[in-house]
Structures are given as C-alpha cells and as structure tokens.
C-alpha cells in the first residue's frame, strides 16, 4: 500500500559531482516517470519507463543524464558532472497503464538537488 | 518543452468564490488531465477527461474539454483555503513518439483567502 518513495529527500553536491536519485515505485506498477521541475515552472519530463525499457527517453538533457529501471522496479537516475543548471526537484511517478493510453500517474514526493 | 499552457498564471479570490483555470495544447491527445501540488509537494492526481469527452465532475470540481478549440477549463466551485496550491493540466500525445509520457504545462497558482 505505500506510495512512491524517493531517496534522498534532499541532496546538496557540488559542481562536478556524480548524484544518484532512487525512485520506488507503487507494486505492480508497470509505467515509471521521471520529471525535473524548477521553481515556479511545471515538471519537465525527462524519461519514461515501461518495464525495463525506456520507452522514450527525449527529454534527457544531455548525456550526462542516465536512467536505469534493470528489474522493472526500483528507478535510478544518475547525473554526472553536476552542473549548478542542474539544481531542481526531480521527481519521479509511477503508473498501471499499458502502452496507448497514459493513465493516472501517482508522484513521489521528489528529490529536492542543489548544485553548489 | 511543454505542451500545455495554462491561463492565468495566478489567481486570488475569496473562500466561498468559484475559480477557473484554462488549458491549451498543440497536438492531438488521448486524455487530458489536471493536477494539483501544494507548495513543496509532489502532484496528485485530480480527474482524467478523454478527447471523447466534453465535461466530467467530480466532486466540486468541473472539467470541460474542447478538442476543436484544444483547450480544457477545470472550474473549483465553493473554493476553501485548503484549495490553495499549484494546477497543472496535462497531455499525452496521440501521436509520435511521445506516446505514453505525460507532458505538462507551467501551472496555475491559485489563491484561497479566508
């Protein structure tokens, strides 16, 4: 019954650093979401997962961003070489749809990271 | 970047008032939804309308879609103080491939005041 959970609440890093948010999505939940979101502005999608696969990654911004889901589950997205742009609430979202149709997306309650 | 945009950018009214937030997209989509986050939170989930429909409620809540004119308003009737937080409306693409993701527009801040 628990919700999505994202760890750490809170990362503060500095520029140049490697970061790994992790994301627990609701059991059973095939779809998973990862959005950035800025203060102020709506979340960025930035990839999106059906099982395993990413089933569209266009909104990474470059490729020092990776996203991993190896067991259809648990979610990480990596970032490396921080950079201060990078700062924002990454957060992440978990669905049951199937391909087609995008159902009710359930959020966590993100990742807030500061780049220094 | 984002497909929706909502109208206005923020919105202060009484407890009591009604409130009505407008949404417009670019592409031809599945479903529209609308989303809440309260500050420092993440999104819940608030109603769902498919692009066969034209109006759906729930609760105090109403949400009308026009797919010739893509746009969406979702109405708050009553509005509370505890109605105050961010809005998002949001789209999936029925085409391309952007397929299954959710992209969302910049929000509505709505403004409850007791």
């Known amino acids: 019954g628990a919700g999505v959970s994202q760890t750490p609440s809170n990362k503060v890093t500095e520029k140049g650093k490697y970061v790994e948010l992790r994301c627990d999505p609701i059991?059973?939940?095939?779809?998973l979401y990862w959005y950035r979101q800025s203060l102020g502005q709506g979340p960025e999608f930035l990839i999106y997962?059906?099982?395993?696969?990413?089933?569209?990654d266009s909104g990474l911004p470059n490729d020092r961003f990776f996203a991993v889901r190896p067991e259809g589950s648990v979610s990480t997205l990596k970032i490396q070489r921080t950079e201060r742009g990078d700062s924002a609430v990454y957060l992440c979202?978990?669905?049951?749809?199937?391909?087609?149709?995008?159902?009710?997306?359930?959020f966590g309650e993100g990742s807030r990271l500061t780049v220094l | 970047s984002q497909q929706g945009e909502e109208d206005p950018q923020a919105l202060s009214i009484q407890e009591g008032e009604n409130a009505t937030m407008n949404c417009s997209y670019k592409?031809?989509?599945?479903?529209l939804q609308w989303y809440r986050q309260n500050s420092g939170r993440g999104l819940v989930h608030l109603i769902l309308?498919?692009?066969?429909?034209r109006e759906k409620h729930s609760g105090r809540l109403r949400v009308t879609l026009d797919t010739s004119k893509k746009s969406s308003s979702l109405l708050i009737t009553a509005s509370r103080a505890a109605d105050t937080a961010s809005y998002f409306c949001?789209?999936?693409?029925?085409?391309?491939?952007?397929?299954?993701?959710?992209?969302f527009g910049k929000g509505t801040k709505l403004s409850v005041k007791p």
């Open positions: 949001a789209t999936d693409a029925r085409y391309g491939g952007s397929q299954g993701n959710l992209i």
């Open positions: 979202a978990s669905s049951l749809q199937s391909s087609g149709n995008t159902g009710e997306l359930f």
């Open positions: 997962f059906q099982g395993t696969g990413a089933a569209d």
């Open positions: 592409t031809s989509i599945n479903n």
């Open positions: 059991s059973g939940h095939t779809a």
């Open positions: 309308i498919r692009s066969n429909e």
